[in-house]
């Protein structure tokens, strides 16, 4: 489904460059759920842009079912980590989940019933005419999946989705994705800090190292496919692999780059609250 080679990006020239990401390359097969972790401004968000073709690389390449990405796919959807400044607070939950079928040839009736859909599949069937400022933090962060959803991706790429909600309804949407995403067997690329997070909710952990960002370790989840909040996280295979992640992001070197400036250009935009839609 996405094939990374050689992936390089740099902010800047001469004295004030920075590089973001060094020579990442992996793949994420079709209906799998891989999850990246790296340190706090290790590069994971200039990765997930240039994935999406937000931005170019600075060298190597991006393909999606085979093609090179070159701006952003019809067939792929982003959600981001600041729900309250995805979502259009004067338009109706309905029609947000809506907006980015406008652009498609697809009949006012096919949106609406596509917006529905996907609303039923995160359990916000009743919402459809509220407004975003109506609903709960939790609620909105569903709104932004089922937008993403509506469009039908391929691939669904994620930027720390669940970081600004409160632990028990971070559990909820963990357990919402991993739901959604065996029921419509969906390709998902998505980007966490949270150790836990990651093992939870991946088929695969992707490791990176310190800024500029490249892959530490390429890990396998042995677990089962039905996973529980309280019972999975307190099983022998969790904690071990929870421990193995810890340990390779505790021992990944820090880059004398990185001892100067962690945060890429992507990542203090991030801190500032700024996402690109």
Not at 31 to 52: H, N, Q
Not at 159 to 171: G, H, I, K, L, Y
Not at 202 to 229: C, F, K, M, N, Y
């Amino acid at each position: 489904m996405l094939e990374v080679t050689g992936l390089n990006h740099r902010y800047g020239s001469g004295e004030a460059t920075h590089i973001a990401v060094r020579d990442l390359s992996f793949s994420v097969a079709a209906g799998e759920l891989a999850c990246i972790v790296g340190p706090s401004g290790c590069g994971k968000s200039t990765l997930l842009r240039c994935i999406a073709g937000l931005i170019p690389p600075s060298a190597g390449s991006v393909q999606l079912h085979g093609d090179p990405v070159n701006g952003v796919p019809e067939d792929l959807a982003v959600v981001f980590q600041d729900y309250s400044r995805s979502l259009f607070p004067w338009l109706s939950v309905a029609r947000n989940v809506e907006f980015p079928l406008r652009w498609r040839r697809i009949s006012k009736q096919e949106r609406a019933q596509r917006a529905q859909e996907a609303l039923d599949a995160v359990g916000l069937s009743e919402v459809g005419k509220k407004f975003p400022w109506q609903l709960s933090g939790g609620m909105q962060q569903r709104v932004s999946i089922a937008r993403a959803l509506a469009s039908r991706p391929a691939l669904l790429l994620m930027d720390e989705p669940f970081a600004s909600v409160d632990a028990q309804t971070r559990f909820e949407l963990e357990d919402l994705l991993r739901r959604v995403q065996r029921e419509q067997n969906s390709t998902i690329l998505l980007v966490t800090h949270d150790i836990d997070e990651s093992v939870y909710l991946g088929d695969r952990v992707l490791v990176l190292s310190s800024s500029p960002a490249t892959i530490v370790a390429d890990l396998p989840v042995d677990l089962p496919a039905e996973r529980h909040q309280i019972a999975t996280r307190e099983s022998a295979r969790f904690v071990a692999l929870r421990g193995e992640v810890a340990r390779l992001l505790q021992s990944t070197p820090t880059s004398p780059q990185s001892d100067v400036d962690t945060d890429g250009p992507a990542e203090r935009a991030d801190s500032a609250k700024e996402t690109a839609h």
